[in-house]
C-alpha cells in the first residue's frame, strides 16, 4: 500500500470518487430488475429487455461522445456524467413516491446511465494517463481492480439488506447519491489540465465517429487483445443468465446460495489484483498477460457440469474463483498496456470504442444463448459457451509490444 502514496493527492481523490460510485453501483445491484417485477409486475420477457435494450442503445448513444470527449479538458466530462447518472436515477424514486412510475421511463434511465458510463470510462482513462507518469499506471490500474472486486464483495449483501428494511427504491436513492459524492471528490482532485489541442477543423465530421475502432484495428497489438476481450467478456456474461436458471430452476439452489456462489470467490479478484504488478515485475508484462488470459478460459467449460447441493454449489465458486482470480491479474495489466500502446491524444477514442463493442458483443451475444438456452437446454448451452471460450487465447497478440512513443500530441498511426 505504501507504494500507493507516491500517487500523489489528485489520484487520492479520483481513487475515492471511484471507490465511492462502485460501491454504489454494486449496492444497486439488481434493483432495477427487481422494481421491474415488484412494482410494475414485469414479465421475464421484460425484465431482459431492460438489461439487454439498457445496454445497447446505451452503447449506440455513446458512440458520438468518445471522439468529442477526446478535444474537451477530461474533469468537467468526468463531473458532468457523474452528475447526469445522478439526476437519471433520482427520477426512479421521485416517480415512485408520487406513483406514477412507469417500465419506459426504467428503460431510460437504463440507457441514460449505460451511455454516461461509456463515456466516464473513456474520459477517466485519459484523464489518469495525463496524472501520472506511464511507471505508474499499473499500480493505479491495480488499485482500481482491487477496489473493483472489494465493492463487489460487500456492495450486493448491504444492498439486499437496503431492499428488505427500506424498500425497492432504496438502493437506486444511495447510488444516485455515490455519483454526487463521487463528482465532488473528482472536482477535489484540482490542479490545472490543459485544454487538448485539435490539429483539424473544430467542428466533429462522421468520420470521426469510426476514429477509436480505426486506430484498434490498425495496431497489430491492440486489435488482437481487443477481440479477445470483447469475446472473452461476452460469452462469459452470455451464459450468466442460463445459469441463474440452472441453479435456481431446475437444481433447486435457495437465492441466498446463488448469490453466495458469486460474491465469495470475488476474494479471488482482489487477490489477483495485488499480485498484478509484483507478477509483470517479475515475468514481464507481455508474459502475465497472455498467461493469465489463457487460465481464465480454462475455467468457464466446468459449470456445465455442476449438480445438485453442496458438491454443485462448491463446483460452482472453485470455478468462479479460478476465473476471477486470473481476470483479478489479468484486467488491471490489459488496461495498462491499452493505455501504453495509446497515444494521448486518442485515449478517450479508444476506450470508448472498446467499450461499445465490449457492451454491444455482450448484448448480442446474451441473446443468442438466450436463445440456444431455449432449443437446447441451460447446461448445453453453457458447456457450449465453455467451449467457445477455451479458443478466445488464439486472438491475443503473439509478441511484446513497446510503449507508443508520445511526442507530446503524437500524429495519428492508423
Given at each position: 500500500?505504501?507504494?500507493?502514496n507516491?500517487?500523489?493527492?489528485?489520484?487520492?481523490?479520483?481513487?475515492?470518487?471511484?471507490?465511492?460510485?462502485?460501491?454504489?453501483?454494486?449496492?444497486?445491484?439488481?434493483?432495477?430488475?427487481l422494481?421491474?417485477?415488484?412494482?410494475?409486475?414485469?414479465?421475464p420477457?421484460?425484465?431482459?429487455?431492460?438489461?439487454?435494450v439498457?445496454?445497447?442503445?446505451?452503447?449506440?448513444?455513446?458512440?458520438?461522445?468518445?471522439?468529442?470527449?477526446?478535444?474537451?479538458?477530461?474533469?468537467?466530462?468526468?463531473?458532468?456524467?457523474?452528475?447526469?447518472?445522478?439526476?437519471?436515477?433520482?427520477?426512479?424514486?421521485?416517480?415512485?413516491?408520487?406513483?406514477?412510475?412507469?417500465?419506459?421511463?426504467?428503460?431510460?434511465?437504463?440507457?441514460v446511465?449505460?451511455?454516461?458510463?461509456?463515456?466516464?470510462?473513456?474520459?477517466?482513462?485519459?484523464?489518469?494517463?495525463?496524472?501520472?507518469?506511464?511507471?505508474?499506471?499499473?499500480?493505479?490500474?491495480?488499485?482500481?481492480?482491487?477496489?473493483?472486486?472489494?465493492?463487489?464483495?460487500?456492495?450486493?449483501?448491504?444492498g439486499?439488506?437496503?431492499?428488505?428494511?427500506?424498500?425497492?427504491?432504496?438502493?437506486?436513492?444511495?447510488?444516485a447519491a455515490?455519483?454526487?459524492?463521487?463528482?465532488?471528490?473528482?472536482?477535489?482532485?484540482?490542479?490545472?489540465?490543459?485544454?487538448?489541442?485539435?490539429?483539424?477543423?473544430?467542428?466533429?465530421?462522421?468520420?470521426?465517429?469510426?476514429?477509436?475502432w480505426?486506430?484498434?484495428?490498425a495496431?497489430?497489438?491492440?486489435?488482437?487483445?481487443?477481440?479477445?476481450?470483447?469475446?472473452?467478456?461476452?460469452?462469459?456474461?452470455?451464459?450468466?443468465?442460463?445459469?441463474?436458471?440452472l441453479?435456481?430452476?431446475q437444481?433447486?439452489?435457495?437465492?441466498?446460495?446463488?448469490?453466495?456462489?458469486?460474491?465469495?470467490?470475488?476474494?479471488?479478484?482482489?487477490?489477483?489484483?495485488?499480485?498484478?504488478?509484483?507478477?509483470?515485475?517479475?515475468?514481464?508484462?507481455h508474459?502475465?498477460?497472455?498467461?493469465?488470459?489463457?487460465?481464465?478460459?480454462?475455467?468457464?467449460?466446468g459449470?456445465?457440469?455442476?449438480?445438485?447441493?453442496?458438491?454443485?454449489?462448491?463446483?460452482?465458486?472453485g470455478?468462479e474463483?479460478?476465473?476471477?482470480?486470473?481476470?483479478?491479474?489479468?484486467?488491471?495489466?490489459?488496461?495498462?498496456?491499452?493505455?501504453?500502446?495509446?497515444?494521448?491524444?486518442?485515449?478517450?477514442?479508444?476506450?470508448?470504442?472498446?467499450?461499445v463493442?465490449?457492451k454491444?458483443?455482450t448484448?448480442?451475444?446474451?441473446?443468442?444463448?438466450?436463445?440456444?438456452?431455449?432449443?437446447l437446454?441451460?447446461?448445453?448451452?453453457?458447456?457450449?459457451?465453455?467451449?467457445l471460450?477455451?479458443a478466445?487465447?488464439?486472438?491475443?497478440?503473439?509478441?511484446?509490444?513497446?510503449?507508443?512513443?508520445?511526442p507530446?500530441?503524437?500524429?495519428?498511426?492508423?
Amino acid at each position: 500500500m505504501g507504494h500507493g502514496n507516491r500517487l500523489g493527492r489528485s489520484f487520492g481523490w479520483l481513487w475515492a470518487a471511484y471507490g465511492t460510485s462502485a460501491l454504489g453501483t454494486w449496492l444497486a445491484f439488481g434493483a432495477f430488475p427487481l422494481i421491474a417485477i415488484q412494482v410494475l409486475h414485469a414479465g421475464p420477457a421484460e425484465v431482459a429487455a431492460l438489461s439487454a435494450v439498457g445496454a445497447a442503445v446505451g452503447a449506440v448513444v455513446a458512440v458520438p461522445l468518445g471522439p468529442w470527449v477526446e478535444f474537451r479538458r477530461k474533469r468537467p466530462v468526468l463531473i458532468g456524467t457523474d452528475l447526469a447518472r445522478c439526476a437519471a436515477l433520482l427520477t426512479v424514486p421521485a416517480a415512485y413516491a408520487l406513483g406514477v412510475l412507469t417500465f419506459v421511463q426504467l428503460l431510460l434511465v437504463s440507457v441514460v446511465v449505460a451511455a454516461a458510463d461509456i463515456t466516464f470510462r473513456a474520459a477517466s482513462g485519459a484523464y489518469v494517463k495525463t496524472l501520472l507518469p506511464r511507471e505508474h499506471l499499473l499500480v493505479a490500474n491495480a488499485r482500481f481492480e482491487s477496489t473493483a472486486w472489494t465493492t463487489t464483495i460487500i456492495g450486493p449483501p448491504l444492498g439486499g439488506a437496503a431492499i428488505g428494511l427500506l424498500g425497492p427504491v432504496a438502493t437506486v436513492v444511495a447510488d444516485a447519491a455515490s455519483y454526487l459524492l463521487s463528482a465532488l471528490g473528482i472536482r477535489a482532485t484540482g490542479g490545472d489540465e490543459p485544454r487538448p489541442e485539435r490539429r483539424e477543423a473544430a467542428r466533429m465530421r462522421a468520420g470521426d465517429l469510426l476514429d477509436g475502432w480505426r486506430y484498434i484495428l490498425a495496431d497489430p497489438t491492440l486489435r488482437p487483445l481487443f477481440f479477445n476481450t470483447a469475446l472473452f467478456n461476452g460469452l462469459v456474461m452470455a451464459a450468466e443468465p442460463l445459469l441463474a436458471v440452472l441453479m435456481l430452476r431446475q437444481l433447486d439452489f435457495a437465492p441466498w446460495q446463488y448469490g453466495l456462489a458469486f460474491a465469495a470467490p470475488a476474494i479471488g479478484g482482489l487477490l489477483g489484483s495485488r499480485l498484478a504488478r509484483p507478477l509483470v515485475t517479475r515475468f514481464g508484462q507481455h508474459r502475465v498477460l497472455t498467461a493469465t488470459a489463457t487460465l481464465r478460459a480454462v475455467w468457464p467449460v466446468g459449470l456445465a457440469f455442476i449438480g445438485p447441493g453442496t458438491g454443485g454449489l462448491l463446483l460452482v465458486m472453485g470455478v468462479e474463483l479460478g476465473l476471477i482470480f486470473c481476470c483479478g491479474v489479468f484486467n488491471p495489466v490489459s488496461a495498462t498496456y491499452r493505455l501504453e500502446r495509446t497515444a494521448n491524444d486518442r485515449v478517450a477514442r479508444t476506450l470508448s470504442a472498446w467499450s461499445v463493442t465490449t457492451k454491444a458483443t455482450t448484448a448480442l451475444l446474451t441473446a443468442v444463448w438466450g436463445v440456444l438456452g431455449a432449443l437446447l437446454g441451460p447446461r448445453t448451452a453453457i458447456g457450449l459457451a465453455g467451449v467457445l471460450l477455451l479458443a478466445t487465447p488464439l486472438l491475443l497478440p503473439r509478441r511484446a509490444a513497446a510503449p507508443h512513443a508520445e511526442p507530446e500530441s503524437a500524429p495519428s498511426r492508423a
